[in-house]
């Protein structure tokens, strides 16, 4: 038992915090927001440069042969910029997907690629937040999938239709991609449209699908995390310079309880992350309970948090000019995504027995 | 990160299990399962020694001092195992958990050999003086005396919410020993002997209607010149090492604890049918969640605490507890419904639930109310500015 970092995570969570910091400033983001939702620049450095996108990808399969814990780091700090990547669409959704329940063959043609950044793919999961469905039949894909995340940039759909797990790729003949104008423009949604596209499917669906959200759902704790983080932090820094009535804000109590109650979360929220994360890697009874914990928690946190911060901030908060709205914005999208707060604490409910007999 | 045990670790279990189950299924059957700490007081001090005899006591401490020199994985594994064993709460918690502690930090070669072994083997329990009725949150505001005369240091004054006092052999009390000092300057750190003309333990009904708290009134009390720990006039560096200590392994065990609540809880929600409605699914999940993270955060704590890190986080541990367990208590109220509010016969003596729902209030007040607690946090782990003093008196 050592529930921290060893020293190769703690080197490695250095080297995300550096690498976030000096690259997924504001500019570029609010560049990529204007844009596609991509900071295609960060994106080629992350995967590229840096050399640690799949971190949870096995080495013989083109990646770094980790674990949860250490994709949770990145996850988080790439939270903390709001990062405008398709980190959680590409890495925590459709490669896990793939390693869980594709063939050897699909395996080693398409993990690589995802890997090392040359292919984007994204995650549909059409009964989550997304009526009206689809559905396989013959290796072809016919219906809809609403909110995808980063659909309108990726190369490469994993779509969990009815029936089945079916890989798409654009340009394919019927696939329609329309990109949703989306409150959270670091991580836009798109629509998709399956009229009879042809399509390969993979080997083990329940196990794909499982692993997407089982890894999805962490990823999106770990972001809100950062962003949590990030709120507290931006917002600790502005009530020590603000003056008012001749004093920092941030020495009135009505100011530093606030910002204590933030502490008081995210601290919970880290110890849940990072719980979630090692039950996974350890394949613990509690794994499920974790990671479902951890969503919950973590994006409550990030929803109080960014809240906190836009109010604390006073006027100045609540321009566009100002980063509290990405952080609020991310924030809302992640409490959305695969699953509410309230969905994940009814799936913890069940899980703790509130169904068995008196 | 791991949160696994090793096989050696495991077999560490096995044998706390083993040793628990026989001694609490055979000669001490009849504390198994005791929640409240004023319960059977005198089968609790057997309990306490036969624990020290066992060497079962104070895993964690030096042996040299009775303990076990346990690591920080075994200590967190006899936590779990007392607990789920159903040992009752330890009578000496304050002795292990603080004075212990506080004497292994601060205490010469002297008082360590004095008094540590006696704690570990059970034979003398420990209480607390700290708050006075005008040093609650401002408890450095200590009122409460203290001189030499002679080989021997005497004190004078009042101490409130000392609890378990009635059960002591030992107090340590802050008092102040340098006439006209303010503030916590001119305090000192002294360890007194109960049982002496000069103490008198005077009961606090509480709203639950237990006296668990205590008034303690010393009038020309008396202890040794070399019951000091630390210098005359550091107390008050002495008495906020010891807040350190009051997140130590201890937190786990008394999480088991609050797991026991919290199945109560269930229990009952499942055999009102309170279980079903999914407002209450949803809050009792919230408290499942609450606890883990209670539990997770501590391993963090420790494992940090273990590499000499003190880790900024324990500073929210304590409200982050008092207030799940407030929270549990008005959720037990729900669930119970109107059936909770009443109590067969005539003393006023509720059952384990509606009592949690009341002394629960207490939690988020005593050891630095919630409110201290997030001065705290914020002054000390987010660096804000301190607290302006003012000038009345």
Same mark, same amino acid.
């Given at each position: 038992?050592?529930?921290?970092?060893?020293?190769?995570?703690?080197?490695?969570?250095?080297?995300?915090?550096?690498?976030?910091?000096?690259?997924?400033?504001?500019?570029?983001?609010?560049?990529?927001?204007?844009?596609?939702?991509?900071?295609?620049?960060?994106?080629?450095?992350?995967?590229?440069?840096?050399?640690?996108?799949?971190?949870?990808?096995?080495?013989?399969?083109?990646?770094?042969?980790?674990?949860?814990?250490?994709?949770?780091?990145?996850?988080?700090?790439?939270?903390?910029?709001?990062?405008?990547?398709?980190?959680?669409?590409?890495?925590?959704?459709?490669?896990?997907?793939?390693?869980?329940?594709?063939?050897?063959?699909?395996?080693?043609?398409?993990?690589?690629?995802?890997?090392?950044?040359?292919?984007?793919?994204?995650?549909?999961?059409?009964?989550?937040?997304?009526?009206?469905?689809?559905?396989?039949?013959?290796?072809?894909?016919?219906?809809?999938?609403?909110?995808?995340?980063?659909?309108?940039?990726?190369?490469?759909?994993?779509?969990?239709?009815?029936?089945?797990?079916?890989?798409?790729?654009?340009?394919?003949?019927?696939?329609?991609?329309?990109?949703?104008?989306?409150?959270?423009?670091?991580?836009?949604?798109?629509?998709?449209?399956?009229?009879?596209?042809?399509?390969?499917?993979?080997?083990?669906?329940?196990?794909?699908?499982?692993?997407?959200?089982?890894?999805?759902?962490?990823?999106?704790?770990?972001?809100?995390?950062?962003?949590?983080?990030?709120?507290?932090?931006?917002?600790?820094?502005?009530?020590?310079?603000?003056?008012?009535?001749?004093?920092?804000?941030?020495?009135?109590?009505?100011?530093?309880?606030?910002?204590?109650?933030?502490?008081?979360?995210?601290?919970?929220?880290?110890?849940?992350?990072?719980?979630?994360?090692?039950?996974?890697?350890?394949?613990?009874?509690?794994?499920?309970?974790?990671?479902?914990?951890?969503?919950?928690?973590?994006?409550?946190?990030?929803?109080?948090?960014?809240?906190?911060?836009?109010?604390?901030?006073?006027?100045?908060?609540?321009?566009?000019?100002?980063?509290?709205?990405?952080?609020?914005?991310?924030?809302?999208?992640?409490?959305?995504?695969?699953?509410?707060?309230?969905?994940?604490?009814?799936?913890?409910?069940?899980?703790?027995?509130?169904?068995?007999?008196? | 990160?791991?949160?696994?045990?090793?096989?050696?670790?495991?077999?560490?279990?096995?044998?706390?299990?083993?040793?628990?189950?026989?001694?609490?299924?055979?000669?001490?059957?009849?504390?198994?399962?005791?929640?409240?700490?004023?319960?059977?007081?005198?089968?609790?001090?057997?309990?306490?020694?036969? #624990?020290?005899?066992?060497?079962?006591?104070?895993?964690?401490?030096?042996?040299?001092?009775?303990?076990?020199?346990?690591?920080? @994985?075994?200590?967190?594994?006899?936590?779990?195992?007392?607990?789920?064993?159903?040992?009752?709460?330890?009578?000496? %918690?304050?002795?292990?958990?603080?004075?212990?502690?506080?004497?292994?930090?601060? =205490?010469?070669?002297?008082?360590?050999?004095?008094?540590?072994?006696?704690?570990?083997?059970?034979?003398?329990?420990?209480?607390?003086?700290?708050?006075?009725?005008?040093?609650?949150?401002?408890? @450095?505001?200590?009122?409460?005396?203290?001189?030499?005369?002679?080989?021997?240091?005497?004190?004078?004054?009042?101490?409130?919410?000392?609890?378990?006092?009635?059960?002591?052999?030992?107090?340590?009390?802050?008092?102040?020993?340098?006439?006209?000092?303010?503030?916590?300057?001119?305090?000192?750190? #002294?360890?007194?002997?109960?049982?002496?003309?000069?103490?008198?333990?005077?009961?606090? %009904?509480?709203?639950? =209607?237990?006296?668990?708290?205590?008034?303690?009134?010393?009038?020309?009390?008396?202890?040794?010149?070399?019951?000091?720990?630390?210098?005359?006039?550091?107390?008050?560096?002495?008495?906020?090492?010891?807040?350190?200590?009051?997140?130590?392994?201890?937190?786990?065990?008394?999480?088991?604890?609050?797991? *026991?609540?919290?199945?109560?809880?269930?229990?009952?929600?499942?055999? *009102?049918?309170?279980?079903?409605?999914?407002?209450?699914?949803?809050?009792?999940?919230?408290?499942?969640?609450?606890?883990?993270?209670?539990?997770?955060?501590?391993?963090?704590?420790?494992?940090?605490?273990?590499?000499?890190? #003190?880790?900024?986080?324990?500073?929210?541990?304590?409200?982050?507890?008092?207030?799940?367990?407030?929270? #549990?208590?008005?959720?037990?109220?729900?669930?119970?419904?109107? @059936?909770?509010?009443?109590?067969?016969? %005539?003393?006023?003596?509720?059952? @384990?639930?509606?009592?949690?729902?009341?002394?629960?209030?207490?939690?988020?007040?005593?050891?630095?109310? *919630?409110?201290?607690?997030? *001065?705290?946090?914020?002054?000390?782990?987010?660096?804000?500015?301190?607290?302006?003093?003012?000038?009345?008196?």
């Amino acid at each position: 038992m050592h529930f921290a970092f060893t020293d190769e995570q703690a080197m490695i969570a250095e080297t995300a915090k550096t690498f976030f910091a000096e690259n997924a400033t504001s500019e570029r983001t609010r560049a990529a927001m204007a844009d596609t939702g991509v900071d295609k620049a960060l994106w080629q450095a992350f995967t590229g440069d840096l050399g640690l996108a799949g971190v949870a990808i096995p080495e013989a399969l083109g990646g770094v042969g980790l674990g949860m814990v250490e994709l949770a780091i990145f996850a988080e700090e790439a939270g903390g910029h709001t990062a405008a990547l398709p980190l959680l669409a590409s890495l925590g959704l459709a490669a896990p997907a793939i390693l869980a329940g594709g063939t050897d063959e699909q395996k080693a043609r398409l993990l690589p690629r995802l890997a090392s950044g040359e292919l984007v793919a994204s995650f549909a999961a059409v009964n989550m937040g997304g009526t009206p469905g689809a559905a396989l039949s013959d290796e072809t894909l016919t219906g809809a999938a609403l909110l995808v995340p980063h659909g309108a940039s990726a190369d490469l759909f994993v779509v969990a239709a009815d029936n089945g797990v079916a890989i798409v790729e654009r340009g394919a003949l019927g696939f329609g991609i329309t990109p949703l104008t989306s409150m959270d423009q670091t991580r836009p949604y798109a629509r998709l449209d399956f009229g009879g596209v042809a399509v390969e499917t993979l080997a083990d669906p329940r196990a794909a699908v499982r692993a997407a959200l089982t890894t999805g759902w962490l990823a999106i704790a770990a972001d809100a995390l950062g962003g949590a983080q990030a709120c507290l932090d931006r917002t600790v820094a502005y009530t020590q310079e603000r003056i008012q009535f001749g004093r920092s804000i941030g020495s009135f109590q009505a100011v530093k309880h606030r910002l204590a109650d933030m502490m008081v979360a995210i601290e919970q929220a880290r110890s849940a992350v990072y719980w979630a994360a090692c039950a996974i890697d350890e394949r613990s009874d509690e794994a499920a309970f974790a990671v479902h914990a951890a969503k919950a928690f973590a994006c409550d946190t990030y929803t109080h948090c960014a809240g906190e911060m836009i109010q604390l901030h006073g006027g100045i908060g609540f321009t566009w000019e100002h980063d509290a709205h990405l952080y609020f914005k991310r924030a809302r999208s992640n409490a959305s995504l695969l699953g509410t707060p309230d969905w994940h604490r009814e799936q913890v409910a069940g899980l703790a027995g509130l169904d068995e007999a008196a | 990160m791991k949160l696994g045990f090793s096989p050696e670790e495991e077999a560490f279990r096995a044998e706390a299990a083993a040793w628990l189950k026989a001694e609490l299924e055979g000669p001490f059957a009849d504390v198994r399962g005791l929640t409240s700490l004023t319960e059977m007081p005198e089968r609790r001090r057997d309990w306490e020694r036969r #624990l020290g005899e066992a060497g079962w006591s104070c895993v964690g401490w030096p042996k040299a001092y009775g303990g076990r020199d346990a690591t920080l @994985a075994e200590q967190v594994i006899f936590a779990e195992e007392y607990a789920r064993a159903g040992a009752p709460p330890r009578l000496n %918690h304050i002795g292990i958990e603080l004075a212990g502690p506080t004497i292994l930090a601060f =205490g010469t070669d002297e008082q360590k050999a004095r008094f540590l072994p006696a704690i570990a083997r059970g034979e003398e329990i420990w209480c607390q003086g700290y708050s006075e009725p005008g040093a609650g949150s401002d408890l @450095a505001n200590v009122r409460t005396r203290a001189w030499r005369e002679g080989d021997e240091w005497v004190i004078e004054g009042q101490k409130v919410w000392t609890s378990l006092a009635q059960f002591s052999d030992w107090i340590f009390v802050i008092a102040r020993t340098e006439e006209g000092s303010k503030g916590p300057k001119g305090l000192s750190f #002294l360890l007194v002997p109960v049982d002496q003309s000069g103490v008198t333990v005077r009961p606090i %009904h509480q709203i639950t =209607g237990e006296a668990e708290f205590n008034e303690t009134f010393f009038d020309g009390a008396r202890t040794d010149a070399a019951n000091i720990l630390g210098a005359p006039g550091d107390g008050w560096t002495v008495a906020m090492g010891l807040l350190g200590f009051e997140r130590g392994v201890s937190t786990l065990a008394q999480q088991m604890g609050f797991r *026991n609540e919290l199945d109560a809880v269930i229990a009952a929600a499942r055999a *009102n049918g309170e279980a079903k409605n999914p407002l209450i699914r949803q809050r009792i999940a919230r408290a499942e969640i609450g606890l883990k993270l209670m539990r997770y955060g501590a391993l963090r704590m420790l494992t940090d605490a273990e590499g000499g890190r #003190l880790n900024p986080s324990a500073l929210t541990y304590k409200i982050q507890w008092a207030t799940w367990r407030r929270d #549990l208590g008005e959720l037990a109220m729900d669930v119970l419904g109107q @059936a909770g509010e009443t109590v067969a016969g %005539h003393e006023y003596a509720f059952p @384990a639930l509606p009592n949690l729902f009341l002394y629960s209030r207490a939690d988020t007040i005593y050891g630095g109310t *919630n409110e201290i607690q997030r *001065n705290i946090i914020a002054e000390r782990a987010l660096g804000l500015p301190r607290e302006p003093r003012g000038d009345l008196k």
